[in-house]
T-cell receptor, first 114, second 115 residues
Framework: AQSVTQLGSHVSVSEGALVLLRCNYS??????LFWYVQYPNQGLQLLLK??????LVKGINGFEAEFKKSETSFHLTKPSAHMSDAAEYFC????????????FGTGTKLQVIP | EAGVTQFPSHSVIEKGQTVTLRCDPI?????LYWYRRVMGKEIKFLLH????????ESGMPNNRFLAERTGGTYSTLKVQPAELEDSGVYFC?????????????FGPGTRLLVL
């Protein structure tokens, strides 16, 4: 069984400030972890993923996330927020090993204040 | 390359009516998934096709929901009869091959409102 908890349904940051979106997961087997982003009126887009190897993962648009097994966390960060980052972000998990059913968190809406 | 497309983008129906949602995956993608997001909650898995076969339909809420994938190409999700709690956004996703994890590409979703 697996689950995802995203802390904060809404996060506001100032333009240029650090973005930190929190995600904790629960999985009975080694997980694959993802962050998806949904811009208004668009589908979900994969931002980054962790499968194996390096625990610090870099994604598109300057985002990165670090897999911390001891903390069961996969927080998403970006050093400097841009207005175009305003969107809803979803953390997700799937068991490693090939089966692709994905479990999502409830989402975090990011607001960027000019 | 065209992405995953879904039709309609929005649907408003009355309780008891029937609605059919359609998903066209990326050409050549064997895997097709349906997900649903009820307002304010998480996106939940409904089912998974590999080509025309249902691989996993453990997320289907009840027998009012019927998914098909004719010829392993596009898929339809029919809700009959619709209930108020069926309102939400229905997402479709596709990925290339079975086996090692591959990126799932999502469509824009169909927003269903049951009145």
């Amino acid at each position: 069984a697996q689950s995802v908890t995203q802390l904060g349904s809404h996060v506001s940051v100032s333009e240029g400030a650090l973005v930190l979106l929190r995600c904790n997961y629960s999985s009975s087997v080694p997980p694959y972890l993802f962050w998806y982003v949904q811009y208004p009126n668009q589908g979900l887009q994969l931002l980054l993923k962790y499968t194996t190897g390096a625990t610090l993962v870099k994604g598109i648009n300057g985002f990165e996330a670090e897999f911390k097994k001891s903390e069961t966390s996969f927080h998403l960060t970006k050093p400097s927020a841009h207005m175009s980052d305003a969107a809803e972000y979803f953390c997700a998990v799937t068991p490693s090993g090939g089966y692709q059913k994905v479990t999502f968190g409830t989402g975090t809406k990011l607001q960027v204040i000019p | 390359e065209a992405g995953v497309t879904q039709f309609p983008s929005h649907s408003v129906i009355e309780k008891g009516q029937t609605v059919t949602l359609r998903c066209d995956p990326i050409s050549g993608h064997d895997n097709l998934y349906w997900y649903r997001r009820v307002m304010g909650k998480e996106i939940k898995f409904l089912l998974h096709f590999v080509k025309e076969s249902k691989q996993d339909e453990s997320g289907m809420p009840n027998n009012r929901f019927l998914a098909e994938r004719t010829g392993g190409t596009y898929s339809t999700l029919k809700v009959q009869p619709a209930e108020l709690e069926d309102s939400g956004v229905y997402f479709c996703a596709s990925s290339h091959r079975q086996g090692a994890w591959e990126t799932q590409y999502f469509g824009p979703g169909t927003r269903l409102l049951v009145l």
